[in-house]
């Protein structure tokens, strides 16, 4: 649904839209992991949540508030799951790129990675000290 809503606003498309809804729908794993609690869809609710604002802050709104939820959901992300620091990894050079050829400054992308930064950290500072109490390194 949500990435749905995401393609209609994008490309006010409603066949591209629902054909990518039932496409989403159509999965097996959608509906093998929808029915036993696992942070997998968690994990792609956050991850998803992030790049949506992340575009949606380099398309021009260069509100604070994008910046700042891109950066507590992908401290959420990272708690749910440690495939979330892939997916970190990945979303970032590749971020930047978007952004860079978006003709978005140098300084307000410095500034984007501050804040978002900061966010991240905030949001997933509880799970990595308790991680490092618990076993001496905080991403384990």
């Known amino acids: 649904g949500i990435v749905a809503s995401f393609v209609l606003y994008k490309t006010k498309d409603y066949d591209a839209t629902c054909l ?4 989403t729908l159509g999965l097996p794993a ?3 992991l929808a029915s036993v609690p696992l942070v997998d869809l968690g994990l792609a609710f ?4 992030a790049i949506c604002h992340f575009v949606y802050w380099v398309e021009g ?6 910046l700042v939820i891109m950066g507590f959901a992908w401290g959420l992300a990272l708690g749910c ?3 979330g620091l892939l997916a970190l990894s990945l979303f970032t050079p ?5 952004a860079l050829r978006s003709r978005v400054g140098i300084l307000a992308l410095i500034w984007a990675l501050i804040l978002s930064g900061a966010c991240f950290l905030i ?4 799970w990595a000290a308790r991680n490092y109490a618990w076993t ?5």
């Open 94 to 98: 590749l971020g930047l790129l978007f």
């Open 20 to 23: 990518g809804f039932l496409a």
């Open 61 to 66: 709104r260069r509100k604070s508030t994008h």
């Open 30 to 32: 959608l509906f093998k």
């Open 123 to 126: 949001s997933y500072a509880p």
């Open 81 to 83: 799951k440690y495939n």
């Open 136 to 140: 001496g390194n905080p991403l384990y």
């Open 46 to 49: 956050f991850s998803t949540q």
